[in-house]
């Protein structure tokens, strides 16, 4: 029997994503055709890694009137980071007398170590000179990854370490949010200061990138007074929870019944008091010495919302 060769047919592969965390999952399609038109459909097409060994087999099941396309096949990404080189296969076949020899194809993608969002929250708009404070520091991994267990450090600006601690659980409400609380000392100087918090990366079993956020430490003089805001609906008297209080640069939240208190240096302020639904009160506060002011917001017009 008279049998007709026609070659090596034309291979290509998309691989989506190109970069991808380590351990996770990729997309690997191949495209083959034959220079001759003939009928591939049915070939199957073998996905081999850096050792020639197989991790999937595709069967070519479409064509889109040039090409066969295989299925999508979805691999999962070595754990080692770096470039990773794997071939796509055709092997060698005969179809109704016509062969067609091996051929096949590189491709390539990026295995990442784990990426870490870090976020800090919790910390005091204010703080006195040399007192102690506590902020809250979260991490995520970009995979999800549980992080119980990782070290972080907080850094002042004279990159001293000033604080440390442990990922312990997840931050409610969130997914993949590990937090810890952390107490640092601010400096004995007024200032504003830039500090860091930093997360060592680690390559023992999956690989995890470093972290690190800048975060601002504003430091104020000790406080001398305490004023205390009450925040109240100007028609129904009630008192609002939740409400903003804010004498610049010192913040706070209206309890239950509606008061907060703040404690301030000597000074003249603007008193701002802004809550959901209300127009924001303002007014000018001399404080010697503790103070006590009112605050009656008025509801927003009905639809005002809709135009912010």
Known sequence: MLRETHGRPTCTVEVAPNEVDAGAELTVTGRVSCPHGCDLSGCGVSIRDQDDAELARAELTAFDGEVYLTNAVVLRAPLNEGQH??????????????????????????????????????????????????????????????????????????????????????????????????????????????????????????????????FGVNVVSPPDHEVTVAAFDSETQAPIKGAHVLLHPYRALTDETGVAKVKVPKGRYRLVVSGFHYIGYENIIDVAGDVTTRAELATEPEGLEDYR
């Open 85 to 214: 080189i794997y071939r796509a296969v055709l092997a060698a076949h005969e179809t109704d007398g016509v062969s067609h020899d091996e051929t096949s194809t590189e491709f390539s993608f990026a295995a990442m170590a784990h990426a870490a969002s870090v976020n800090v929250w919790d910390l005091p708009s204010a703080v006195a000179a040399g007192d102690r404070f506590r902020l809250k520091v979260g991490i995520k991994c970009s995979a999800g990854c549980n992080l119980t267990g990782r070290k972080l450090s907080v850094f002042d600006h004279q990159g001293a370490q000033v604080g440390a601690g442990i990922l312990l659980d997840i931050w409610p409400g969130t997914g993949a949010l590990y937090f810890a609380e952390i107490e640092a000392q601010a400096p004995r100087t007024i200032g504003y200061y830039r500090w860091q918090v930093e997360s060592p990366g680690t390559d023992a079993g999956v690989p995890h990138a470093a972290g690190s956020i800048t």
